[in-house]
């Protein structure tokens, strides 16, 4: 495979240009690197056994020593010879390196950027621990990201390095042809410190405030303009065909991104894991998204202290001189021609045309869990990230007192630009719960569609066994009338208030009731999916039972509550704030004078049919409520808006043939503009507006 990629690559550099591509041979050759996953899983094995047989027998230990390949004369021992596809592999410098220098407006960037993270995640799923790959006196990587340093009450972005004997907190610049530079802010010998977890796993609330919903709405305007920008550009004359002008509002989109996503990166943080220093007591306190990566970091740092000593140092030093600022300095100075661990600061960088950022319905039904010896109670996390962020989306119920755990439950997850999937396993304790096993899933529409996917994923000495499907946004949000009589779901809402003789649906105001009842505290309302099939069955409730609809939402899971209400609101054969005047709230929304803004806005809402009016302004009223709690539900106005800006504002799809990259903006700058438009009434909902007062003086004239 690597001869091959090398024959093919060869003819393209002797025929080199600016315009020449090579990015297809290295997604090629990165989608391919599954084929050796055996060989990785197997190399640990096959080095202990090789090891063993040395000290077995000395002829055998000569021979493994004196082993020589011509083709590979750096390989001088059978140990090397069976790391050097190990190697190989681990050599992502490369695609770094050719990153950095091609421009992104050029054809290669955006599949170079792919080829790349698809490397990564191999490598990180599937290359050896570098604890079995390296010798026992030499000094490696074993990790390193972007994570956020608390000093007091502010927040600094540092880059930590994690290597076998030393951590190191740097502070990351950009230097010249933008290479990173690092400036070392304080290190510590792994023999130095020890870990803490706070007993608070509430963590840091600062993540909470609603200036982060504010950044993440900028974030993805941003993106939606920058999609917008690239599409038109390419309507009018080829993809890369960029004019002085248009390049210069690119690049400026892209430096706002980066700079709006690095606020992100600052408040998101909530948990905290903090180093104590053995000598001083000194405290360092690291603030992380969630429960994956502080594992992640709780578990690398540990289990390297459990491995060393003494810090490891050239053999020129004394073990007295310990390490040095001027070692430090050294050692962050090799860290630009190491390969990275991981993927260093990819949510700052990400392009905006990433075409495998998925928006649609994720469909994830967690079956069963294998390998655990003892009874014990057992749940599942379901987490996706927003361009990069990562957000609690599901939770499976509790299987209690089993070592062989069942759950076969179904989720269906809303994507909103996502491409990562993280599924958590926990263990249930009376002080807190204790994270079992953890797996992370690239979401692609190259193995995902619209047929379940069965996938067992192994996670230290378990398997978790778990189906997947995926639905496309156009898949999502079924505007169809209904054939049935009766029922709710597919029926256009005037009907239903009409036939049940109310202002506004049954299932909207039962459903809401429920909620308000005991939902307001529920973390992530509204955003955390509920079981499918529970949703399912409230579908079938309210479609043919209604009277006795209420006992059964009354003992129903509160997500499942609030997925059928989202799904009643999906399925309606017209969008809530109707197709006729979907396009003139686009247009008022644009507005940039506030006062006919407002004027065209509040028109515009009173002019809807009366079922539409009376259950807009009853779900305001609603979602303004559950705002009122978001420093303990964390579901501010922004939140809830994106959550419902597409369900009660997209209107039917349109048979139009569109290409793929002019879609994705079109549908990302729809949603944009649809949960603007319902964050824009619910902020002046919230001020106190008088919208029946407006509709007096509309009737009375």
Known sequence: MHKEFVSKLEPKVQDWSPEQTVADLFKEMAVNLPIVGDYM???????????????????????????????????????????????????????????????????????????LKLTQHFIESSVPDSSVVHGDNQRYLVRDSLIVEQIGSS??????????????????????????????????????????????????????????????????????????QLATQQE????????????????????????????????LPRLPFKLVSNKDKKVYTFLVPSDYERDEWKEAIISNQAKVQVPIISTSQKPSHRFSQENILQLLDSTKQMQKITNVGSSVIKEAMDEDNLSGLLTVTIHSLQGRETPEDTFCV??????????????????????????NQEFDIELDGCNTLRILVYKHGSQEDLLLGK?????????????????????????????IRYSSEGQTIQRKQSKGRGGVFGVKISNTARREKTRIPMIVTMCVEEIEKRGLDEVGIYRVSGVTTDIQRLKKIFDNNRKNAKSY????????????IK??????????????????????????????????????????????????????????LINMKSDVNKMTLANLATVFGPTLLRPAASSEIVPPIQRLAIEMRDALTQSGILLYFLKLHEKGFDFLKEKDKVTSF
């Open 553 to 564: 939402v009354s003992e129903m899971d509160i997500n499942a509550v609030t997925g059928v």
């Open 382 to 407: 379901l987490e996706v990230d927003t361009f990069g962020h990562f957000w609690t989306r599901a939770r499976t119920h509790m299987c209690c007192n089993t070592a062989d755990p069942k759950w």
């Open 567 to 624: 799904l009643y609101f999906r399925e309606l054969p017209e969008a809530l704030f109707t197709d006729q005047y979907y396009n003139s709230f686009a247009e008022g929304y644009e507005l940039t004078d506030a006062s006919a803004k407002q004027k065209c806005m509040v028109s515009l809402l009173l002019s809807l049919p009366e079922t539409s009016y009376n259950t807009i302004m009853y779900l305001l009223d609603h979602l303004v």
């Open 155 to 228: 927040r600094k972005l540092r880059h930590v390095f994690l290597f076998n004997d030393v951590l190191i907190c740097a502070k990351q610049k950009v230097g010249p042809r933008n290479r990173y530079q690092f400036e070392n802010k304080w290190y510590l010998p792994l023999t130095d410190f020890r870990v803490e977890i706070p007993a608070d796993t509430q963590g840091d609330k600062e993540a909470a405030k609603k200036g982060v919903e504010e950044l993440k709405q900028k974030v993805k305007y941003l993106k939606g303009d920058l999609r917008k």
């Open 41 to 115: 899983k197997n190399y640990t094995k096959a080095k202990a056994r090789l090891q063993q047989c040395c000290q077995d027998n000395s002829a055998f230990a000569e021979i493994a020593m004196s082993v020589k390949c011509q083709s590979i004369p750096e390989a001088d021992t059978l140990e090397n010879l069976l790391f050097k596809p190990v190697n190989r592999l681990q050599q992502t410098m490369v695609l770094q390196d050719l990153l950095t220098c091609t421009p992104s407006k050029h054809q290669d960037f955006m599949q170079l950027q792919k080829a």
């Open 439 to 467: 797996t992370i899933l690239e979401l692609s529409t190259s193995w995902l569609n619209s047929s379940f996917k069965e996938k067992s994923i192994a996670m230290n000495e378990m398997s978790l066994t778990i189906s």
């Open 236 to 267: 009018g004359g080829g993809r890369w065909a960029f004019n002085r002008g248009s390049s210069r509002t690119v690049e400026r989109l892209q430096r706002r991104v980066a700079e709006y996503e690095t606020g992100l990166i600052l408040a």
